[in-house]
Each structure stands twice: as C-alpha cells, then as structure tokens.
C-alpha cells in the first residue's frame, strides 16, 4: 500500500515529466546529435554512488594504448564556465573533482568539462588531426539526449537495486527504471567477488534487461595507500586507528575495507562534492591534535579538494591518505565493439 501511494499519487507528477520526456526523443520531437566518432556513455539510473568514475577510467586503460581517447565531462562543481581543457595544475574550482582526478591518473589523455555535451564533442573535434580524438567518453551522460552513444553502459550498485528505490527526492532514481532498456551495457557495481551461479538470472530478471543487452558485475579493488600531500609521513600506516573523510554519494565499500585494518575512530561524513570551508579545516586540525597516533584516510575524489585547502596543520596533512580504486570486471570481457 505505501508503495502504491508514493508511487502513483506522490510521484506522478515527476514520472510524468520523466516519460514525456523520453516519448519526446523516442518519437524524435526532440532533435539529438549523431557524431562520425565513438562515442561511449557512461552512466546510471541512481543519483550518484554506482562508480562512474572507475568506471570511466577503466574504458581509458582498456582504450589508451590504441586509440587516442578524450573524456569529457561536465565537471560538476567547478567554477568555471563553459568548454574548458583540463590540466593536472587545474584547481578542483576550474575542473570538478572527478575530471582532475582522472586527468592526474592518466596525464596522457585529454580531458574536458562542458554542460553542452554537444558543444563540448565539437570542440574536441576541431584538434589538429594528430591530436584529436578518436573515442570520446561521456561522463555521467545517460540522461543527456542530446547525443546518440553508440554505447550506453548503465551502472547499478549491487547493494542499492532500483526495484527497491523511488524517484526523487523520496528516493534516489534520477531517472525511470524502464529506461534501462537503452542500455547496450549494464554492470552491477561493487559486486561481492564471489558471485553465486543464480545471480545472473536473477539480476537479468530483476532489471527486466533484454537478450540483447550484455550485463557484466564487477567489484572495487583498492590499491596501495597514497599520501593526499607529498610530505605524508608513512609510519602512521601501521596505526591500529584510523579517521575516515568522505565526502562522496556511497563512502560504504570504504568503510567495510578499512574496518578490516582499523577501528574506525570517527567517520567525518560530509554530502557528495562537499566544498570544504575553514570551518572543516579547523575541524580537521583539531582531530589531528585529539587523535595524535590516528592516521586519517579519504577517498581519491576528495584528495583533490582537500589538498587545495589552506591552514591545515602540518599534523594533520602528514597523516591523510587515500586508497586508488579500479573496477575489475568479474567475468568476461567489456569488448566494446565500434
């Protein structure tokens, strides 16, 4: 019953806006662009959390060493405005957090912002020839469209299935579950590594997920942790305690890694693409002088906002780390085919 009610009389009005929209781009009442280059979609049903960024940056590992690969994004948080190339001297201000943090793991690639993807694919294909791009992948665009992917890969966490959520804002679906049928690609994120043989069927079931549409899981793997400044002091690793900061959509998969080393001391929980002020800063300082044997840990995707902050302590800064994080596919393979 409470089902039903938030579903049919709560959330019509949204539902309706979300299916005339897309019945407008289906029925082609709203025009989108197709480009003579391919172009990979990532992104998700869910508001944030299902781990685009990794996501993202393993299309780049998979594609570096043979095409010439740009990302674009639009950069979500950042100051600047309109079409702007990215550069691992930029501020979190000119570039967003997750487009820095992809250009600092690959300096190779091009990376850049621009809210009018459109606008955004045109510029990247005014380069010289020798520079320019030969796939682009759109970051966190499966609801921009604008443009015709010839990819679209949807992302889902495992441990937030869409049937069990609402749309916004009583839930955390961004968009209707039923447009998972445009998917060419959908992967079920932060999968436990051991995946049962029913889960499959299960979960080809449960997303109503065609016989066409190639659904892949995958898992988090941490790497080794890094200092977030260059003068972390790597003694304080072997602390039995930890501080964690985050300040992204689903710090979960951190937490659940970082209580098999530490106790969790604290948990600083911030919301996603947290701007940090001086007040976090004298928050952070003041952790660092209560908790002198903790070493404190981030997630990558804050390490570069934080790191931009002026006024922490030298106490503090030395003992912040962050751990890398890949996806890692469970099973088969991406084989992205264009």
């Known amino acids: 019953m409470k089902s039903f009610l938030i579903n049919k009389i709560l959330l019509f009005p949204h ?4 299916s005339i929209r897309h019945a407008f781009y289906n029925k082609g009442i709203f025009k989108t662009t197709k480009f003579d280059i391919p172009v990979i979609c990532v992104g998700n049903i869910s508001a944030g959390g299902t781990g685009k960024t990794p996501m993202v940056e393993f299309i780049v590992k998979e594609l570096r ?9 639009m950069g979500y948080g950042r100051e600047s405005r309109g079409f702007r190339y990215i550069s691992t001297d930029d501020g979190v201000a000119d570039s967003g957090d997750e487009p820095l943090q992809i250009k600092k793991r690959y300096p190779g690639i091009i990376v850049a912002v621009d809210k009018n993807r459109v606008r955004g694919i045109r510029r990247l294909l005014e380069l010289p020839e020798n520079e320019r791009p030969e796939v682009i992948v759109l970051d966190d665009a499966f609801q921009y469209r604008k443009i ?3 990819c679209n890969i949807v992302l889902v966490d495992y441990t937030r299935p869409l049937d069990k959520d ?14 998972m049928k445009r998917a060419d690609v959908v992967i079920v994120t932060k999968s436990p590594p051991e995946l049962p043989d029913y889960e499959p069927d299960a979960w080809r079931r449960r997303l109503q997920i065609g016989a066409t549409q190639k659904l892949l899981f995958s898992s988090l793997k941490y790497g080794e942790a890094k200092g977030v400044f260059g003068d972390n002091n790597r003694r304080y690793l072997s602390s039995k305690f930890t501080i964690v900061i985050t300040g992204i959509a689903n710090p979960k998969p951190l937490l659940y890694h970082l209580v098999n080393i530490y106790r969790i001391e604290q948990h600083v929980k911030f919301g996603d693409h947290h701007r940090f002020t001086s007040g976090d800063v004298r928050k952070f300082n003041k952790l660092a002088n209560k908790y002198p044997k903790t070493v404190f840990y981030t ?13 922490l302590s ?4 030395q003992r912040l780390f962050y751990l890398p994080i890949e996806m890692e596919l469970l099973s088969g393979g991406l084989l992205l085919d264009f």
Request: proline share 6%.
């Open 148 to 150: 015709s992917a010839c």
């Open 314 to 317: 030298p106490d503090f800064t």
């Open 299 to 311: 997630t990558e995707k804050d390490a570069q906002r934080i790191e931009m902050l002026e006024g």
């Open 15 to 18: 539902y309706l806006v979300l």
């Open 166 to 179: 609402y749309l916004l804002p009583v839930g955390g679906l961004r968009d209707l579950p039923s447009q």
């Open 65 to 73: 060493e043979e095409r010439r690969v740009a990302v674009l994004s």
